[in-house]
């Protein structure tokens, strides 16, 4: 919600999020694109870093980070070049003094898209963390090892961290099942989600612009090569992207890995003659 709200505060402003074919890999974003969306993901990502935890042990001010103005204030960050390692700003209403959390980014969990002919739909990601999560297998299930998804630093500089580990605490998640809904009408237009771990935020984030802003069908939206930031650099899709893509970053001075990005997204969107769906090839 924070990128696609810093990305609507750009798009106010005369940003353009565009497409373009280049050779030799075809349709995919424009560097400009991938640079305004690979920042507004580091942004967030550090919001997210500094800010979320289970919200049973850490007030999570989710008013104050998806705030309009303070989410048009983090996009007058963003500039011509990229920034790096974002920091963590200051939603209103904050006033506890956390530390960010720097623990290693994982890549795990399943997804699963659905509606009926009830006008019931569903968008559920789930996950035992690490491939077969614990190893340990209990009456036909296996058990997770979620406990890596906490920060095993508790404290920085005397300030805790959000994520830290506490008896009975739920670890954060990056899984991000998403309902899209009209704004006039309220009527449901799509389902989506994704597995991957830590790069979640980044496949449902594309998805969405190429739904929304872009006008794709829902295969081609998932198509595109996948892109992002999480914050430590920024990543496109090995063997997806131009070279020229990947230069022109560069000269933007982003430091860019080229590397595998499966998403395994899904999603369904309502049309004229029912529903359409798409899922990653």
Same mark, same amino acid.
């Given at each position: 919600?924070?990128?696609?709200?810093?990305?609507?505060?750009?798009?106010?402003?005369?940003?353009?999020?565009?497409?373009?074919?280049?050779?030799?890999?075809?349709?995919?974003?424009?560097?400009?694109?991938?640079?305004?969306?690979?920042?507004?993901?580091?942004?967030?990502?550090?919001?997210?870093?500094?800010?979320?935890?289970?919200?049973?042990?850490?007030?999570?001010?989710?008013?104050?980070?998806?705030?309009?103005?303070?989410?048009?204030?983090?996009?007058?960050?963003?500039?011509?070049?990229?920034?790096?390692?974002?920091? /963590?700003?200051?939603?209103?209403?904050?006033?506890?003094a956390l530390a960010?959390?720097?623990?290693?980014?994982?890549?795990?969990?399943?997804?699963?898209?659905?509606?009926?002919?009830?006008?019931?739909?569903?968008?559920?990601?789930?996950?035992?963390?690490?491939?077969?999560?614990?190893?340990?297998?209990?009456?036909?299930?296996?058990?997770?090892?979620?406990?890596?998804?906490?920060?095993?630093?508790?404290?920085?500089?005397?300030?805790?961290?959000?994520?830290?580990?506490?008896?009975?605490?739920?670890?954060?998640?990056?899984?991000?099942?998403?309902?899209?809904?009209?704004?006039?009408?309220?009527?449901?237009? /799509?389902?989506?989600?994704?597995?991957?771990?830590?790069?979640?935020?980044?496949?449902?984030?594309?998805?969405?612009?190429?739904l929304v802003d872009?006008?794709?069908?829902?295969?081609?939206?998932?198509?595109?090569?996948?892109?992002?930031?999480?914050?430590?650099?920024?990543?496109?899709?090995?063997?997806?992207?131009?070279?020229?893509?990947?230069?022109?970053?560069?000269?933007?001075?982003?430091?860019?890995?080229a590397i595998e990005?499966?998403?395994?997204?899904?999603?369904?969107?309502?049309?004229?003659?029912?529903?359409?769906?798409? /899922?990653?090839?």
């Open positions: 919600l924070q990128t696609l709200g810093i990305l609507d505060a750009l798009q106010r402003k005369s940003a353009a999020l565009d497409l373009a074919t280049m050779p030799p890999v075809g349709l995919q974003p424009t560097a400009t694109a991938v640079h305004l969306m690979a920042e507004a993901e580091r942004l967030a990502y550090a919001d997210r870093a500094q800010y979320l935890a289970d919200s049973d042990f850490v007030p999570v001010n989710v008013k104050g980070l998806t705030d309009r103005a303070y989410l048009e204030g983090r996009a007058t960050l963003i500039g011509d070049k990229s920034m790096g390692r974002a920091q /963590a700003g200051t939603p209103p209403g904050i006033n506890l960010p959390d720097r623990s290693p980014l994982r890549i795990s969990t399943s997804q699963i898209a659905a509606v009926d002919d009830q006008g019931g739909a569903i968008s559920m990601t789930t996950s035992v963390e690490s491939a077969f999560g614990s190893h340990v297998m209990s009456n036909g299930f296996i058990l997770n090892n979620q406990l890596t998804d906490f920060s095993f630093v508790a404290d920085e500089n005397g300030k805790p961290v959000a994520n830290r580990i506490e008896p009975g605490k739920r670890p954060r998640s990056s899984m991000a099942p998403t309902l899209v809904f009209d704004r006039n009408t309220g009527a449901l237009v /799509a389902t989506i989600g994704s597995p991957g771990g830590s790069q979640i935020i980044e496949y449902v984030n594309k998805a969405v612009v190429g872009w006008k794709l069908n829902p295969q081609d939206a998932i198509g595109l090569p996948n892109f992002g930031s999480r914050n430590v650099g920024t990543e496109v899709e090995a063997g997806r992207v131009s070279p020229a893509l990947i230069q022109q970053l560069k000269d933007r001075g982003h430091e860019v890995s990005m499966t998403s395994g997204t899904q999603i369904i969107v309502r049309d004229q003659n029912g529903w359409a769906a798409g /899922a990653d090839p």
